[in-house]
């Protein structure tokens, strides 16, 4: 799922091709895009106002104070010092008059300009926080949506705590990166540019004496977004590692405790947490290098201006108030320079998050609805399977191998066969959950690959051996995929799976919450609310995946005579352990390494079939010694 480059420098680059690919979500809202950046600008420019301002300030504070002295001289001393200034003794009188007004009028603005860039700052972050929500909305909405249509292929390649990580801390990276680090980053370009502008405005000569800062600076962070970007990737990488060992444990911790294996998986996680804990070190190690040596470099940068500006202001050549407001807009230099790291950080970590979140959203999904495809329409339950092989990876050994047999509509397909002889794989080709790799799978005359997934599946019933309950309740369960369904149909559904009586015995009956994947019910309570779910569905094609074999061999009896009677008029899959339980299938299929070894009734099979013969002596005995269990259970039943 990695996607591989022939160099870390390309790998970086494709990798920032591809935030720019997620920074065009922008694009969906464009009026809150508008309001962040526009007021953005507009509070960037009020910012770069304030030094001009404090010039004002200063200049008249030090005209006003220069001009009182003047007037506060002798006559013949006050004469020659209005000759040295250059002006007339009016006009300093007028300075010294409009001192103070001038620094009211120059205090007033500076407030004035404080407020709209605390209004517009306001606006900037909360459209910004605002609109990167909304792209995290869509990232998490689509990551899912994409998730949901993956085949079953995709996922048995990739591992479940891996995806959680993409669409939850990946996806958050993203929203940082446009929520603050954009911003930060278009915001150092205003200023950067702005203030380069009005330092030349101001003075030349100092403007470049500071210029050669920039370029050395600029290219130091350049060179720590190269190498930190590939170091953040690694970062994610080990975090979905911790994640997936997370993942896993909590999903089987009755598994750990029932073997005892608390310590194993402890040190598992605390070397998966010392893997991320170690990365996160290197990283920071690297921070903590470039950003002292970058403020070193602007320090000697301050030293080298500071120099100059003396000489500039003891020479005549420079006002007070003009060095006050270099200084402050050589700040406004350094300040975007010292963000950069930061906004790097957020880039290459949003660059690396991006990467992994589009191959998910990129990857190929090899069984999906094909242009043209048709629906349905009313099913027979006419199944054929013509000469099918089929391979879980393209270079794997196939695990059915020229496989053909045809289900007449209403009847019932027995599967028999080893562990691996491939009963569960024909099962999984009949809904599409995986692509014949040669031949077809016909369903009334029509390849399952000509029709849509949605009509298709939605004319299966399947009840897996491995049951999955959501959280929720016992209705909402049996109602999976009829959710309209009403509660008498519920009800009717869960009679005929040998479900209402545990059901009822609850306080809460259907209303029950099932807790976390079914923990509140027992292994047969779980799996009768599956075949219940199944049911409801009135599926044509019926898939029962060993589906009695968590249940107690009443409640087994009980199901099986619900599923015979339901299995009426409809064509059914059967995989069962146990001979007994399919000795009225209209036709049993013993396989045998991905081969139809044998085929027909009970009474051929046990004529023509040594493997078949073999299975049943083999849990001859068995059946027998449970014979007596059985009958009991039937009487205990009947009314």
């Not at 306001?122 to 998490?140: C, H, K, N, P, V």
């Not at 100059?308 to 407001?325: H, K, Y």
């Not at 049943?616 to 009958?631: I, P, W």
Request: net charge negative; aromatic share 8%.
């Amino acid at each position: 799922m990695n996607i591989r480059a022939s160099s870390p420098h390309q790998a970086s680059r494709q990798s920032f091709r591809t935030l720019g690919r997620a920074l065009g979500y922008i694009g969906h809202y464009p009026r809150a895009a508008i309001i962040a950046y526009g007021t953005l600008l507009i509070a960037s420019l009020a910012q770069l106002a304030v030094p001009w301002l404090v010039r004002q300030i200063i200049d008249a504070i030090t005209d006003g104070t220069l001009a009182n002295a003047i007037i506060g001289l002798p006559p013949a001393v006050q004469e020659q010092a209005v000759t040295m200034q250059g002006t007339t003794l009016a006009e300093i009188q007028q300075t010294a008059a409009g001192a103070e007004d001038a620094l009211i009028a120059v205090c007033i603005a500076i407030v004035v300009f404080a407020l709209a860039r605390g209004v517009f700052a306001f606006l900037q972050g909360y459209m910004a926080e605002w609109l990167s929500q909304s792209i995290a909305f869509d990232f998490r909405n689509e990551l899912f949506a994409k998730i949901q249509r993956l085949s079953f292929s995709y996922h048995d390649r990739n591992q479940t705590g891996q995806l959680m990580i993409r669409a939850t801390d990946d996806v958050e990276k993203v929203r940082l990166f446009v929520g603050q680090g954009l911003l930060l980053a278009l915001q150092a370009i205003v200023i950067l540019v702005g203030t380069l502008i009005i330092l030349f405005w101001t003075n030349v000569d100092l403007t470049l004496v500071s210029l050669p800062i920039l370029p050395l600076a600029v290219l130091m962070f350049m060179v720590f977004g190269a190498v930190s970007q590939p170091m953040f990737i690694k970062l994610q990488a080990r975090l979905s590692d911790l994640n997936t060992i997370l993942q896993e444990n909590l999903a089987g911790i009755r598994v750990i405790k029932a073997f005892v294996r608390e310590p194993e998986e402890t040190r598992r996680f605390e070397a998966s947490v010392d893997s991320h804990l170690r990365q996160n070190l290197r990283i920071s190690t690297l921070f903590s290098f470039i950003f002292p040596l970058v403020f070193l470099i602007a320090n000697l940068g301050q030293v080298v201006v500071l120099y100059a500006a003396s000489r500039l202001i003891v020479d005549g050549n420079l006002t007070l108030g003009e060095w006050q407001q270099f200084s402050l807009y050589l700040v406004y230099v350094f300040f975007p320079l010292g963000n950069l790291g930061f906004i790097i950080s957020l880039m290459s970590q949003a660059a690396a998050s991006a990467e992994r979140i589009f191959e998910i959203l990129d990857a190929e999904n090899e069984v999906e609805t094909r242009p043209g495809a048709v629906e349905m329409g009313q099913v027979q339950g006419h199944v054929v399977f013509e000469n099918v092989s089929f391979r879980y990876f393209k270079h794997g050994e196939d695990v059915l191998k020229d496989v053909s047999f045809e289900a007449k509509p209403g009847q019932t397909i027995a599967l028999l066969g080893a562990t691996g002889s491939g009963k569960t794989t024909i099962i999984n080709l009949l809904p599409r959950f995986y692509d014949v790799t040669e031949g077809r799978v016909l369903i009334d005359g029509k390849d399952v690959r000509d029709v849509t997934l949605t009509s298709l599946r939605s004319a299966i019933g399947i009840v897996l051996q491995e049951t999955t309950l959501f959280t929720g309740t016992i209705r909402d369960n049996i109602a999976f995929g009829r959710p309209d369904a009403s509660l008498d149909e519920v009800i009717a559904a869960a009679k005929a799976a040998a479900a209402h009586d545990f059901i009822m015995s609850f306080p809460q009956g259907y209303d029950t919450p099932v807790g976390e994947r079914g923990a509140t019910l027992s292994g047969g309570q779980k799996q009768r609310i599956a075949i219940a779910r199944a049911l409801l569905l009135d599926p044509r094609i019926l898939i029962l995946d060993d589906s009695t074999s968590s249940v107690d061999l009443a409640t087994e009896y009980r199901i099986q005579q619900a599923l015979d009677r339901l299995m009426e008029g409809r064509t059914s899959f059967v995989i069962a352990q146990r001979i007994s339980t399919v000795l009225n299938a209209d036709q049993i299929l013993v396989l045998d390494r991905g081969r139809i070894a044998a085929r027909g009734t009970h009474e051929e099979l046990m004529e023509t079939s040594p493997i078949y013969v073999e299975i049943y002596n083999s849990q001859l005995v068995e059946d027998a010694a449970l014979d007596e269990d059985v009958t009991a259970a039937e009487e205990g039943v009947r009314p």
